[in-house]
């Protein structure tokens, strides 16, 4: 996170303003900066108070019938589903690619085969980026809406041509992050403003609207970032391009560090051919089978290392879930479930610490 002298020419900025919300300089500002990024016009970005609202309002935008059917990944963060059942929308749990752990073009054909369903909300798995062309061209033969839950993905997942609907994460975990705030960005014609309005009670701001300003266009909710989030965010920008190399860097030393000292047992998400491994923001390895797993904690845990293991258990297995979701057969993502785990990642990791992170692998794998 930034430090608070980088936050304050920011802050100062906010409190000269006296704007504190409401999109107000300095959303507009990152706004600006993002839709530069993109390459896509203003209207095609949209801040939010996080992804997880991010990704409801996008799903809510899209008018889907009540209860319309959304294929996602089983293997995700709970976020993905509970803003699928938040959007009065049944998710519908599929299984993922064996190799790059995400739902494909390929398993959602499949799986809509096999069942209907109204939306594909796919998730870029611990930040690995989609291929956005794959995904445009399974929209263009099914007609189905895609998103890419793009949480951790920010700077990796890009637009195919200028296409494509993304949500990202400015979560203190994420690659830019502004504590708390999501990011909606897409090439669909007025989505991004429907999700802007959304987010601000669904009151009209439009004057050349139909609707005088100020009255409701839609029973929305809250989910505006504040100025306060903004500066986090732009701080966050200014030295995101020097963070992304060395996130990167540390991966690389990191996976090869484990990689030779584990005689390469171990085994690494592979990319999806939607770009390379630029500003990681975890580091999960997968190991052959369940009990190496439980080595690997337990030597993990034995040199006071924390581990975790993410995305699990798969959305198939959280009880909350169970009654609100259709589930598909899963057999890739049950063996991932077995043998996935999350390390620890983090700007600033001394060489010491690395080198007893390897020492931990090799102790529990070679
Ligand atoms: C795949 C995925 N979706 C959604 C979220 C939720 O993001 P937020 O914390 O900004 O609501 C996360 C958070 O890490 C995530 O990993």
């Known amino acids: 996170m930034p430090p608070p002298a980088r936050l304050m020419p920011y802050l100062t900025r906010m409190h000269e303003a006296r704007h504190y919300s409401n999109f107000g300089p300095l959303v507009r500002t990152l706004e600006a900066a993002m839709a530069e990024r993109f390459g896509i016009g203003g209207e095609g970005v949209a801040t939010v108070a996080n992804a997880t609202q991010g990704l409801e309002l996008v799903l809510r935008a899209l008018r889907l ?7 996602v990944p089983t293997f995700t963060f709970a976020a993905t589903a509970t803003a699928v059942v938040s959007a009065g929308l049944t998710p519908v749990l599929a299984d993922v690619d064996a190799a790059r752990w995400q739902l494909t073009p ?6 809509i085969q096999a069942t209907p369903v109204q939306a594909v909300l796919t998730v870029a798995t611990f930040g690995m980026p989609h291929d ?3 995904w445009l061209d399974f929209e263009r033969r099914t007609g189905l809406p895609v998103v890419i839950d793009a949480a951790a993905a920010f700077g990796r997942q890009w637009l195919a041509d200028g296409q494509g609907t993304f949500v990202f994460s400015l979560h203190t975990t994420k690659s830019l992050p502004a504590g708390e705030g999501g990011l909606v960005v897409s090439s669909r014609p007025g989505l991004a403003a429907e999700v802007r309005q959304r987010s601000n009670f669904g009151i009209n701001l ?16 809250n989910a505006k970032m504040s100025e306060f989030h903004a500066a986090v965010a732009l701080a966050s920008l200014d030295v995101w391009d020097a963070h992304a190399r060395e996130r990167q860097a540390l991966q690389a030393a990191l996976m090869h560090g484990i990689d030779d000292a584990t005689g390469g047992t171990v085994a690494w998400q592979a990319a999806s051919g939607g770009g390379d491994r630029l500003a990681p923001t975890s580091l999960c390895l997968r190991v052959r089978d369940g009990a190496a797993r439980d080595r690997l904690e337990q030597a993990c845990a034995a040199a006071r290392i924390v581990t975790r293991r993410w995305y699990q258990p798969l959305l ?8 609100v979701c259709e589930p598909l057969a899963v057999p890739r993502a049950r063996e991932l479930a077995q043998t996935v785990l999350g390390l620890p990642f983090f700007l600033g990791m001394t060489a010491a610490q690395q080198q007893r992170l390897i020492q931990a692998c090799a102790d529990a794998l070679r």
């Open 132 to 134: 956005t062309a794959a």
């Open 316 to 323: 198939h297995d959280m009880p909350a879930l169970q009654p």
């Open 65 to 71: 019938p009540a209860g319309a059917r959304v294929l």
């Open 106 to 111: 390929e398993i959602a054909q499949q799986a």
């Open 206 to 221: 439009d004057p050349q609207a139909a609707l005088p300003p100020g009255a409701l266009a839609t029973a929305g909710t």
